[in-house]
């Protein structure tokens, strides 16, 4: 096998990956949709382009990247630490076969049509385990994030930023307990350095 096989990607947006930096690890999220079991697996897939079903390609988080108000983020990761769909699924039972046709069925709508592409974890996987994080702009390619900044908003504990390219994304969580995030647009650290002064 080689290792562009053995590779697989989870994606999230600037959104989310504060929170994600503030764990040190990608973690299954809650599901609030769907009546899907709670906690979800955490997904990754074979597509390096993603799979339509991701919830960053959700139309709301389309809606903030199409914008600018967030980035595209992709983490590469190592096909061992995951498990093909096809089998994980049978492993929990609180994935009866109705939850399992619902939810394919859901992807089939969506455009997606082999599932062979889907990987999971039931549990959380350190950031040290990604191979590599990348991120772009609507508009713009894949640049690898090596160089960003977790930013904490004083008496803010439901808001945190990551700063790329001079350019803080903020996202506050809407209510503080969900998975669910309202984002402003970007600020410029040189701007915001200026209000300071």
């Known amino acids: 096998m080689n290792d562009r096989a053995a590779n697989l990607y989870h994606f999230t947006d600037t959104a989310r990956l504060p929170w994600i930096i503030v764990t040190g690890e990608l973690r299954p999220g809650p599901n ?4 899907f079991p709670d906690p979800d697996f955490l997904w990754a897939t074979t597509n390096n382009r ?3 079903t991701a919830s ?5 988080s389309r809606g903030a990247w ?3 108000r967030t980035r595209l983020v992709r983490f590469t990761l190592q096909q061992a630490d995951f498990e093909p769909w096809s089998t994980i699924r049978g492993r929990y039972s609180q994935w009866t076969a109705e939850h399992v046709f619902k939810l394919e069925e859901v992807a089939r709508r969506r455009g997606q049509v082999d599932f062979a592409s889907w990987y999971c974890r039931a549990d959380g996987l350190p950031l040290s385990r990604a191979l590599s ?4 702009t609507y508009a713009g390619s894949w640049q690898s994030l090596k160089g960003c900044a977790h930013v904490v908003f ?6 945190r930023g990551i700063l790329i390219e001079g350019l803080i994304y903020s996202s506050t969580r809407v209510p503080a307990e969900t998975n669910a995030y309202a984002v402003g647009q970007p600020i410029s650290i040189e701007k915001l350095r200026g209000r300071s002064a």
């Open 32 to 35: 609030r949709i769907g009546g």
């Open 50 to 52: 993603g799979d339509c």
């Open 133 to 136: 994080v990348e991120t772009r």
């Open 66 to 68: 199409r914008s600018g």
């Open 56 to 60: 960053c390609r959700g139309a709301a």
């Open 154 to 159: 004083d008496g803010r504990p439901d808001m």
